[in-house]
């Protein structure tokens, strides 16, 4: 499984603002990329998250106390200055700029970032007025010149009322910021990515459709892999139980006839197509203008066949004059025989590699926060993924891609991964 940051080791300082729960969730992305997470935190900190949370989420105790001294053969500070890779201050409130750009120390962060010479990276959180007043734009520009990254707070409703420039960045977007200044350049930059995701729409009347069960979970896990990997991807979705990703483009569609005009549309320059959505294969032949009132104890609906969105990125991509470097992954939903349909559908659809799972086993299929799937090439097993989350799923997809795409074997067949 394919560790962005692993080896690295990121202080992570939390002050005292609501945008502190975020942190959480900071965390847990940061350990699943592989890092090694010491958190510190101020006591305003305390009043909005515990430190049990966070050193759950991390596996390491939490400083909350520069005297709170655990190991007598070490100066705890100074031992985690030394071992950072990388600072961060996520959220970092007016008070901590103050510190950072004065020299102040009188915490655990301040007085650890004081001692640290690793790169330090800040997210700011606070009211909008706060975050432009002269002295905490003279802190922030002071900062800046010394070599400071800032992850620009974001605009939208505050937990103050007002509505402005104040709100701590997405956690995606403090990750990706953490990435691109440990890790450099990703495998999948100047990468064009396109994913389907969720379920369409059939329309019988205004009031009434046909759909899938799908909650688009898997597509979005696999669109926020590319991103962190670097590639620029478009998310074609339809109905969906969450909200999309940040950092990626966001096309909204309804039915299968809009998906399929919408990702035909943008094939052209895309490198990789992630199949992922579920798609209705019929719909009503006529869609009612007024609601279908109940009158006779049978109603019978004329469907016809909806456009393959698979087949016809297929042909698409055979059917170029010109070379093309469109690598196809496609998935089966299936609840029997799933290697035969698997293996049926990648030769029939022209797919480079097919991602299919039982969705009747627990554990996977829709709806679900893990999945279970098994991924098949034209050499037939590639390999079976065990339970897993579907971030971690989606990361063990891009990595087989990657190697498929550049000519070798990801994995031996049938061999899994424990992650």
């Known amino acids: 499984m394919n560790k962005t940051l692993s080896g690295k080791t990121i202080l992570l300082g939390v002050t005292g603002g609501i945008a502190a729960y975020k942190s959480a969730t900071l965390c847990s992305r940061l350990v699943n990329l592989g890092a090694n997470v010491r958190v510190m935190m101020t006591k305003g900190a305390t009043q909005f998250i515990t430190p049990l949370t966070l050193q759950t989420l991390t596996r390491h105790p939490v400083a909350t106390d520069v005297f709170d001294e655990r190991d007598a053969s070490i100066v705890q500070h100074i031992d985690w200055a030394d071992s950072a890779d990388l600072a961060v201050i996520a959220p970092a409130t007016a008070n901590m700029l103050s ?236 609840t029997t025989d799933v290697e035969k349909h698997a293996i049926d559908k990648l030769k029939r659809k022209k797919c480079d590699l097919i991602v299919a799972n039982d969705v009747t086993a627990s554990g996977a299929g829709f709806g679900t926060e893990t999945n279970i799937v098994s991924v098949y090439g034209p050499q037939g097993l590639i390999e079976h993924i065990p339970q897993m989350t579907k971030r971690d799923v989606a990361e063990r997809l891009l990595d087989i891609v990657q190697a498929n795409r550049n000519g070798l074997e990801a994995h031996s067949a049938g061999k899994g991964t424990n992650r």
Request: proline letters at 6%.
């Open 99 to 334: 510190k950072l750009a004065n020299g102040l120390a009188d915490d655990m962060i301040s007085t650890t970032l004081l001692a640290t010479t690793a790169p330090l990276l800040i997210a700011p959180a606070m009211n909008v007025h706060m975050w432009e007043h002269p002295a905490v734009i003279d802190n922030v520009n002071k900062l800046a010149s010394r070599g400071a990254t800032f992850v620009e707070p974001g605009t939208g409703q505050l937990a103050c009322g007002y509505v402005g420039k104040g709100r701590l960045a997405e956690p995606d977007e403090i990750v990706e910021a953490i990435v691109k200044m440990l890790v450099g350049p990703k495998p999948l930059t100047g990468q064009r990515v396109l994913v389907t995701a969720g379920g369409t729409v059939e329309r019988i009347d205004p009031v009434r459709y046909i759909t899938n069960d799908s909650s688009g979970k898997m597509g979005f896990a696999l669109a926020e892999a590319a991103r962190d990997r670097g590639a620029e991807v478009t998310l074609v979705c339809g109905k969906t139980e969450a909200a999309p990703p940040n950092g990626v483009q966001i096309v909204k569609i309804d039915s299968a006839k809009e998906m399929y005009d919408a990702v035909m549309a943008r094939l052209p320059g895309t490198n990789i197509v992630f199949k992922a959505a579920a798609v209705a294969d019929y719909r009503p032949l006529h869609q009612e203008e007024h609601k279908i009132k109940k009158s006779a104890e049978a109603l019978t609906l004329e469907l016809v066949r909806n456009p393959d969105i698979l087949q016809g990125i297929g042909d698409w991509k055979t059917n170029q004059t010109i070379k093309n470097d469109l690598f196809l992954i496609g998935f089966a939903a299936e």
